[in-house]
């Protein structure tokens, strides 16, 4: 009886609530968020928690939007526990985004639940869509009340964005307020990386993707998919564990200032470029070692396809620290390919203090479209007609991979950079064409989209995008509506049309150099094929940056 005593008071001293933390989704990678899932249903836990952007969103299309959350809710259908949401500024920018959100969650824009002996806060920082990142003061009441009354109760609190790093300035009255309140955690989203800080006993967390992710998956630079594990015990200790696609890490196994290090270091080129005009042709790669240390890399291809053939498949590479080297690789081509058909994978350990950390990234192999800007001495005058006349010396894009034609056309002076598109549009009518204000989500209309930035140079990336009613979202290096751009469109019985025109001083670029370039047409009728892009990347933001084609001035 002493026995089974001892044992049942252990049992309930130390008993515990355990659940998890999915961070961004967005339908980005799909089969990563069902590995996730399927991890989740063999942890055992209570309940699971989203920190926001469940659905891609930023739309105006209601159609869409109720899409896209009959996609999300089929996703989850799987997960075995109780599900809690955040709201994410994927999931409710739009007006029509913000009522679509309010009818599939019955109006529970931010709550509170209870789970054994433990709360949970839920808060939602985009309820005013003239201020995001911010919590109402009607939201500021009800928290305050919400804490006050479960104040004897350990609590944790999701939102969206990272305030508590992003904007300390704003949330540390949020901050003395949690203090006072027993609260325990507080776990955000929104910038795609994991972040950690401790503050004055409360564990703030950002956490990584549980699907949404570039290309880069490494533990140790803080880029990585993931969800996170706690286990709290009623002895108020708290347990916290990352789980990856392959492993489960302790929250001591990340180190925050070695992450900025390897960053610092990590490779910034992710694309051969490979012209596809020889059956065998010699590509390379400029190998760079950004360290202080000697590094040994090993190189290995995943080819996609058969058409074609890479050698060496594999190498090693030594490279003393501070130094970088052109590897050269013969490809053998025996048919057509797609535009990305093999990437190429780099291994290497870093060493800090005797610890060695693995590490990899892709290089992808990248057949990119080329477009020509001509030399024009006409005037294009710009009324969003495309009239043959005045585009007559300009190059035609067509090679869109859509049923619905698009027809682009560029050209160039010694002053502007222009651009002219006709989009087929059998039902004009039931286009959409809904942003306005301050901060228009043109891309969440009907709109085309011309995406380009310098050679090797990303940080400078520009995007220029127009909806039928010729409202822009223009944004650049310096942020967004930062550079002037002339445009308007026109609405035709079964198209719709447009001119650009952009000064090149108006450009951070040198003038007439080579741009890595895209378009991106987004026809909401044809959901979900609705992304029509001219060199193909991915369908949804964040922008594959390096498998853009290219734009060369003749």
């Known amino acids: 009886m002493k026995k089974f005593f001892i044992l049942f008071l252990s049992i309930t001293l130390f008993s515990q609530t355990r659940f998890i933390i999915f961070g961004d989704t967005q339908f980005q ?6 590995q996730f899932i399927n991890l ?4 055992n836990v209570d309940f699971t928690v989203h920190v926001g952007d469940m659905i891609h969103g930023h739309t105006h299309s209601k159609s869409i939007l109720y899409k896209e959350w009959e996609i999300f809710f089929n996703e989850i259908s799987n997960l075995k526990t109780p599900f809690y949401y955040t709201a994410g500024n994927h999931d409710l920018t739009t007006k029509e985004g913000l009522e679509v959100f309010k ?3 019955k109006n529970k824009l931010y709550y509170s639940f209870d789970f054994k002996d433990i709360h949970f806060i839920v808060l939602n920082t985009f309820t005013n869509l003239n201020s995001f990142y911010t919590i109402d003061k009607e939201q500021i009441n009800w928290l305050v009340n919400d804490l006050e009354a479960n104040k004897n109760k350990p609590t944790f609190v999701s939102l969206h964005p990272p305030l508590y790093y992003s904007d300390w300035e704003y949330w540390k009255n949020f901050h003395k307020l949690f203090i006072q309140y027993n609260v325990k955690g507080v776990f955000t989203g929104h910038s795609h990386i994991f972040n950690h800080k401790n503050i004055d006993g409360i564990n703030y967390f950002c956490i990584n993707t549980s699907g949404n992710l570039k290309f880069i998956d490494n533990f140790y630079t803080g880029i990585f998919w993931g969800y996170i594990l706690v286990e709290y015990y009623n002895n108020d200790s708290i347990k916290y564990s990352i789980q990856t696609l392959n492993n489960k890490y302790s929250l001591s196994d990340f180190d925050e200032n070695l992450a900025s ?4 270091i990590s490779c910034s080129n992710h694309s051969i470029l490979y012209n596809n005009t020889k059956q065998i042709d010699t590509i390379s790669y400029t190998l760079q ?3 202080d240390k000697q590094i040994t890399y090993n190189l290995s291809w995943d080819i996609k396809e058969k058409s074609i053939l890479i050698e ?6 030594p490279l003393d620290a501070k130094s970088f080297k052109e590897i050269k690789f013969i490809i053998n081509k025996n048919s057509e390919t797609s535009n990305n058909p093999a990437r190429l994978k780099v291994k290497y350990d870093y060493i800090d203090n005797s610890k060695s950390y693995p590490l990899y990234y892709y290089v992808d192999l990248i057949i990119p479209k080329i477009a020509h800007a001509k030399f024009s001495n006409s005037k294009i005058i710009i009324d969003g007609k495309v009239e043959n006349k005045e585009w ?4 035609i894009i067509e090679d869109f991979n859509h049923k619905i034609k698009t027809k682009v056309y560029i050209s160039y002076d010694s002053t502007y950079l222009y651009f002219g598109f006709i989009n087929n549009e059998p039902t004009p009518s039931k286009m959409t064409a809904s942003a306005s204000g301050n901060l228009p989500y043109v891309f969440g209309d009907d709109d085309i989209e011309f995406h380009f930035y310098p050679e090797n140079q990303p940080n400078k990336f520009y995007r220029i995008m127009l909806n039928p009613n010729n409202t822009q979202f223009i944004s650049g290096p310096t942020g967004r509506f930062s550079y002037p751009v002339d445009s308007k469109t026109y609405v035709g019985k079964d198209f719709w049309s447009g001119e650009i025109r952009i000064k090149f001083r108006d450009l951070n670029i040198t003038k007439y150099q080579p741009l890595r370039f895209n378009i991106r047409r987004n026809r909401t009728q044809s959901y979900p094929n609705n992304i029509i892009e001219w060199q193909e990347t991915n369908k949804y933001p964040p922008y594959l940056l390096h498998k853009f084609g290219r734009l060369k001035f003749d």
Do not use: G, M, R
């Open 40 to 43: 989740a249903n063999q942890e």
């Open 392 to 395: 007559n010396n300009s190059s």
């Open 103 to 105: 009818d599939v969650w």
């Open 261 to 264: 290090i390897i960053k610092k």
């Open 312 to 317: 060496p498949l594999k190498s090693q590479i």
């Open 289 to 291: 070692n950004l360290s």
């Open 29 to 34: 990678n799909p089969d990563i968020f069902q």
